[in-house]
């Protein structure tokens, strides 16, 4: 349960906010950091937004205002000790924030968590979590009507919006309620056009992309009787077709395609890190899965990722051999 008047109140209080999220942001984490901006912006507070990661191509749209910032120690580092409150949106750790953690953990601020993952780190002074929501920005649109903070307007429906719409797997994901629909609808009521926030986010995808998916269907493979696929992306990959990490949000879902196939793997080769991302179906807990690796999740998505370490065979056939015992 989310303590909504208390959100609300530290809100209040204070004037100076950083929003940040996690590394490979998705449109939840972007949504969220938008929508929480313009509740801000509403309010009359000064509210800086900063990133490890650039902003996916397709989300840029949701930065209307252009204040995401990608951070560098030499001219954001600052920013941490200076601001009254630092707000975590859509991560539960403070690894997920990569190469801004220390100056996260060692912030003066009042640090905030809003999300909906599961198994949260003690990082912060105060938790708005709850996994039964479907995105963190359905919290934020709760925060509003809850708590009538401000006025639901376009401006922050539109970035709800996308974080819901993608967080849910476009409505279709076990969290999609009636519930949830009669409070989509509200931000529809507010003039956010649904056939058109789709478009940007999922169909103006760069050709690199697109060739990329091409391979990463081609090394799809099958194990445990059919019940497990896995794709294999490589740098080589990246590199022959100009394309980049965040171009492979959503691949590992391909394999849940497959008739049968319960639980799917995409091993992601990147330059600095080697990534995993889990997608099962039914009650098949990939974040346990992915947490023997460190990393962590939802029970149906989750992901992790080694900075020590190459992606070689060996790891590869460790983690499906992991894999092959949750399906049991
Ligand atoms: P994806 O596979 O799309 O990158 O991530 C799926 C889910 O797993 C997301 O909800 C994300 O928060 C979580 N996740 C992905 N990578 C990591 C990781 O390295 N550590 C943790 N704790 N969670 C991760
Ligand atoms: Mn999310």
């Not at 930065?63 to 200076?82: C, E, G, H, K």
């Not at 008739?259 to 098949?284: A, D, M, P, Q, T």
């Amino acid at each position: 349960m989310v303590n909504f008047q208390k959100l609300k109140n530290i809100i209040l209080s204070n004037n100076t906010f950083l929003l940040t999220t996690h590394v490979n942001p998705d449109a939840d984490a972007i949504g969220s950091e938008i929508a929480f901006y313009q509740i801000l912006k509403a309010l009359g507070k000064k509210a800086y937004i900063i990133n490890h990661s650039e902003t996916p191509y397709n989300l840029k749209f949701l930065d209307t205002d252009n204040v995401i910032r990608q951070f560098n120690l030499d001219d954001y580092a600052d920013y941490f000790n200076q601001v009254d409150v630092i707000v975590a949106l859509d991560f539960n750790r403070s690894d997920r924030t990569v190469s801004m953690q220390k100056n996260f953990e060692r912030a003066k601020a009042i640090k905030i968590c809003i999300d909906h993952h599961q198994d949260p780190e003690k990082f912060v002074d105060y938790e708005f979590i709850d996994t039964d929501y479907s995105a963190t920005g359905e919290i934020l649109l709760s925060l509003i009507t809850e708590t009538k903070l401000v006025q639901l307007t376009k401006e922050i429906a539109e970035p709800i919006y996308a974080a819901i719409m993608t967080d849910t797997g476009s409505f279709r994901f076990e969290r999609t309620t009636a519930k949830l629909h009669r409070k989509v609808a509200t931000l529809l009521e507010t003039g956010v056009n649904p056939t058109e926030i789709y478009d940007k986010i999922y169909d103006q995808s760069k050709f690199s992309k697109i060739k990329l998916l091409g391979r990463a269907l081609e090394s799809i493979q099958l194990s445990a009787n059919g019940r497990i696929a896995y794709m294999i992306i490589t740098q080589k990959d990246f590199d022959e077709f100009g394309a980049i990490e965040s171009d492979t949000e959503n691949f590992v879902n391909y394999n849940l395609s497959i008739e049968n196939v319960v639980l799917g793997l995409l091993f992601i080769e990147l330059k600095n890190v080697f990534k995993v991302s889990f997608r099962s179906k039914g009650n098949i807990p990939v974040n346990k899965l992915a947490a023997e690796f460190g990393g962590g999740g939802h029970t149906n998505a989750s992901g992790a990722r080694f900075f020590d370490r190459n992606m070689t065979s060996e790891i590869i056939n460790q983690i499906l051999s992991r894999a092959v015992s949750y399906i049991k």
